[in-house]
């Protein structure tokens, strides 16, 4: 049967072949890239039907290098005010190494998560209390040093670019900013924890006088 030339195809590779593009990601992000802080999200109390907690913790901050891909927002200062007030329309898009992920960062979620709910630190995690190290989720929170913003992973590309050599080599993750609204967090770095009360915008206070 007819079938495409395998030493010429874009879609099939050798292992070495897949090895060079993915020492090739790593070293243009160690080059270009920062260190950002990434939070995985806690559930407290999941609400399994709904998939919604009564309140989220970030107790994990772990330093990842990722390439800024796109920014949005920072050039024009977009804040709009809305019926529930003045919120920043600030966007990112960050690169970071799936092998890297896969290898350094995944088994100490994983780990992590078990520790919490008592189980083996090799046991799967349960997905149903919103708990995966395979990939980084949504939901989970990074943190921008620059201007020492908080941002929100909103969703995570895994076939960007499209599968070259038939492997996928990052994670794609397209963040908003971050709104505070009662999370708890005890990262242990104090310039983290500190920005999660700081509100983005000042505060006008009026003192009515008779």
């Known amino acids: 049967m007819p079938s495409t030339n395998p030493f010429f195809s874009s879609t ?3 292992t070495g072949e897949q090895n060079l593009i993915d020492n090739l990601v790593i070293e243009q992000i160690g080059m270009f890239g920062i260190d950002l802080q990434y939070m995985p999200r806690e559930n407290v109390n999941l609400d399994r039907l709904l998939h919604e907690a009564t309140k989220d913790v970030f107790r994990l901050s ?3 290098p990722m390439y800024i891909k796109s920014f949005n927002g920072y050039e024009n200062s977009m804040e709009m005010l809305t019926k529930f007030g003045v919120r920043s329309a600030d ?3 960050l690169i970071m190494s799936r092998s890297q992920w896969t290898t350094y960062y995944a088994p100490y ?3 992590f998560y078990n520790a919490q709910d008592g189980r083996d630190p090799l046991a799967e995690n349960n997905a149903l209390e919103g708990q995966t190290a395979r990939r980084p ?3 989970d929170l990074v943190f921008f040093p620059y201007d020492g913003g908080i941002f929100e992973v909103k969703y995570v590309m895994f076939d960007q670019p499209f599968f070259m050599l038939a492997k996928g080599y990052t994670f794609e993750l397209q963040l908003e900013k971050f709104e505070y609204s009662g999370e708890d967090f005890q990262t242990g770095q104090e ?4 920005t999660s009360v700081r509100s983005d915008f000042p505060v ?3 003192n009515m006088v008779d």
């Open 191 to 194: 310039v983290i924890d500190k």
């Open 109 to 111: 979620v994983k780990s």
């Open 137 to 139: 989720k949504e939901g």
């Open 62 to 64: 772990m330093s990842i």
């Open 204 to 206: 006008v206070q009026f």
């Open 12 to 14: 099939t590779g050798y």
């Open 91 to 93: 966007e990112l898009t």
